[in-house]
């Protein structure tokens, strides 16, 4: 719901006033002051005007699990196990993907109750960067860095993908840092240019890092600075 909403259907507090504490900065998210009325706060977050509280957070589940492979990144599956199965059933309701990986990828994957946080992940305006560790069937030709850094041309969406960055680590091995999640979208791009990955690993998602500490198939949840780092 938008502030200036939550603002004005609590404690009669009229539209007008509302912008006006909106504005004279007495109105804190989370602890931090927002004058945007025009900001959507769910209800995982706390709204204060001055010190009262207007909306009280509910509790939300934020997680980063290190994916193993052979899981797919759904809900529910009559086939396949799914990441959900890795997650003790108390925290798994209404957990979403923020930004899934296929079957067979592995590394970062992020889970969280809060709908409106997880998609912002995922929202290609957002340009959020994704990287990930690859390596491919043959070795990487020295163009791909380039036609990556121009775009691939996506067919099937009628689009140019954002500018992508490759990073050479052996002659089948890259560190690649893209700026959407589009369906298949590493092994798409490597198809492009002749290639095709065979292994594929995420590490980070803007500021959220796999910790190195977590095991395949293990979670934690995030830090509050974790959190914050994608609003
Ligand atoms: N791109 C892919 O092709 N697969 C993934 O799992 C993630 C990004």
Do not use: W
């Given at each position: 719901m938008k502030l200036s909403r939550i603002l004005s259907n609590q404690n009669g507090i009229s539209r007008?006033?509302?912008?006006?504490?909106?504005?004279?900065?007495?109105?804190?998210?989370?602890?931090?002051?927002?004058?945007?009325?025009?900001?959507?706060?769910?209800?995982?977050?706390?709204?204060?005007?001055?010190?009262?509280?207007?909306?009280?957070?509910?509790?939300?589940?934020?997680?980063?699990?290190?994916?193993?492979?052979?899981?797919?990144?759904?809900?529910?599956?009559?086939?396949?196990?799914?990441?959900?199965?890795?997650?003790?059933?108390?925290?798994?309701?209404?957990?979403?993907?923020?930004?899934?990986?296929?079957?067979?990828?592995?590394?970062?994957l992020i889970l969280s109750s809060d709908g409106l946080w997880s998609r912002r992940l995922t929202e290609p305006r957002v340009k959020i960067p994704k990287v990930y560790r690859v390596t491919t069937a043959y070795p990487i030709s020295p163009d791909t860095a380039d036609r990556f850094a121009e775009g691939i041309w996506f067919d099937y969406e009628q689009l140019r993908t954002s500018p992508a960055r490759l990073e050479q680590m052996g002659p089948a091995e890259a560190r690649l840092t893209i700026y959407e999640g589009r369906y298949h979208q590493v092994k798409r791009m490597f198809h492009a240019v002749g290639n095709r990955v065979t292994s594929l690993h995420r590490e980070r998602m803007g500021d959220l890092v796999l910790d190195p500490d977590l095991p395949a198939g293990k979670y934690r949840p995030l830090t509050a600075a974790e959190i914050s780092s994608i609003d």
């Open positions: 007008r006033r509302a912008n006006v504490l909106l504005a004279a900065g007495r109105v804190c998210v989370d602890g931090e002051v927002c004058k945007e009325g025009s900001r959507d706060i769910s209800r995982f977050r706390e709204v204060r005007l001055d010190q009262e509280i207007i909306q009280q957070a509910d509790p939300a589940h934020y997680l980063m699990l290190n994916k193993p492979a052979g899981y797919l990144s759904a809900t529910r599956d009559p086939i396949h196990p799914t990441v959900m199965d890795l997650i003790e059933p108390a925290v798994r309701n209404h957990l979403h993907i923020g930004g899934r990986l296929d079957r067979a990828s592995t590394g970062l």
